[in-house]
């Protein structure tokens, strides 16, 4: 996000007010901490190409959003939900999470350019963001929230027991934002000058206007490699997760895939990040405590507050947020996606998650994994097909 404000000037105070919007109406409707997050594809072709500018990037979030939306509303998204095996989808969201995890690490290890998106020289042990505060907050997380089930004691302590009672005050402490907090307060200390760039007001906003070039660009560079992200990790692993973490509600994938559309047809015109849902943003959610849509919705009044009383110049603040911290955050993020995976038993899914997270981490590819995975699984039926009509 801080890469494509920097590079191709779009508004974050706009972006903060519609996010935050987004926030509020997804937590109302669906009850649970659904995450609202960047379309990734798009933002990796603006960042490739410096022709591509903020009326493609719209151009592309509104063409996939106006797809999604007609995939959900004629009930094609659950054809497509229907067909597509859990070991494909587990392996889509093992990949996703390794991948999280993976760049977490040399977060937390090195020194960044986030700009450039380059790891520099290893970080230092001192220091506000240096190895030893991530370090202290990694175990902070891990004592709070534990491997992130619900903990069965074979002899639990007793009800009034000063131990049972700590141990409840400890687990239900709002870890991710009291981290947060504590990184927010290194920034200050360390850089105090950063509040001299703060201009108060919302940004100004104003329709995109797109010609005819911008929006095939947009389709070609854009849109195409985003919708089967979108399709796979913003709506189908997401509906599948969300069933998982939260067994006694009903989420549909024509549902998901309406709310991304709406968002992006609606958003995009006033120069908003195309957004999505995401398996990513959802299990870093459940991971420090979320168990209700009132935290997002809670996340998204703070995000349009900030985008109308601050605007545009808390991007200024944000870039000097404590990377190493930021590490921490979406290691365990990650970790509680891939865990998602545990439920494979058998070899033979076992087998065909591997090779779409293999196929899926070399290649940087959701969809070259997705394809692969679906061809073994395809390839693993004709096979036991093949035995039962011999025998």
């Not at 509020?24 to 798009?42: A, R």
């Amino acid at each position: 996000m801080s890469n494509l404000i920097h590079k191709k000037y779009l508004n974050l105070g706009t972006t903060l007010i519609f996010t935050g919007i987004y926030n509020i109406i997804t937590g109302l409707i669906y009850g649970v901490p659904m995450p609202v997050q960047p379309m990734k594809s798009i933002a990796a072709a603006a960042l490739a190409d410096p022709e591509f500018g903020v009326a493609e990037i719209m151009a592309a979030g509104i063409l996939t959003g106006g797809i999604l939306f007609f995939l959900g509303a004629t009930g094609l998204m659950q054809l497509v939900y229907k067909f597509i095996p859990l070991p494909v989808v587990r392996g889509i969201q093992l990949a996703q999470g390794l991948s999280f995890a993976l760049t977490a690490v040399k977060y937390v290890r090195y020194d960044q350019n986030m700009a450039k998106s380059k790891s520099l020289d290893g970080r230092g042990w001192l220091g506000f963001d240096g190895l030893i505060p991530a370090i202290v907050c990694a175990c902070f997380v891990i004592i709070v929230n534990g491997a992130g089930e619900e903990e069965h004691c074979e002899e639990p302590p007793a009800e009034g027991s000063k131990r049972e009672k700590v141990r409840r005050i400890v687990t239900k402490l709002p870890s991710a934002f009291i981290i947060f907090l504590i990184g927010a307060a290194s920034l200050f200390i360390r850089t105090p000058e950063v509040v001299n760039g703060v201009r108060f007001g919302p940004s100004p906003m104003s329709v995109v206007k797109i010609t005819q070039s911008q929006w095939k660009k947009g389709f070609i560079k854009g849109t195409i490699p985003q919708l089967p992200l979108s399709i796979l990790n913003s709506v189908i692993a997401v509906c599948k997760l969300s069933m998982d973490l939260f067994p006694g509600r009903v989420f549909t994938v024509t549902s998901l895939s309406m709310t991304v559309g709406l968002m992006n047809m609606i958003g995009c015109w006033f120069g908003g990040v195309p957004t999505c849902h995401g398996a990513g943003g959802l299990a870093g959610q459940y991971k420090f405590g979320g168990r209700s849509g009132a935290c997002v919705a809670l996340l998204g009044a703070a995000k349009l507050l900030l985008g109308l009383v601050l605007g545009s110049s808390i991007a200024k603040i944000l870039n000097q947020f404590p990377v190493a911290i930021l590490g921490v955050l979406l290691l365990f993020a990650g970790v509680e996606l891939a865990m998602a995976a545990r439920d494979m038993n058998s070899k033979e899914q076992a087998f065909v998650v591997l090779i779409c997270t293999g196929v899926s981490l070399v290649g940087s590819s959701a969809a070259l994994g997705f394809l692969c995975g679906m061809v073994v699984h395809v390839l693993l039926w004709l096979r036991k097909w093949g035995r039962r009509d011999h025998h």
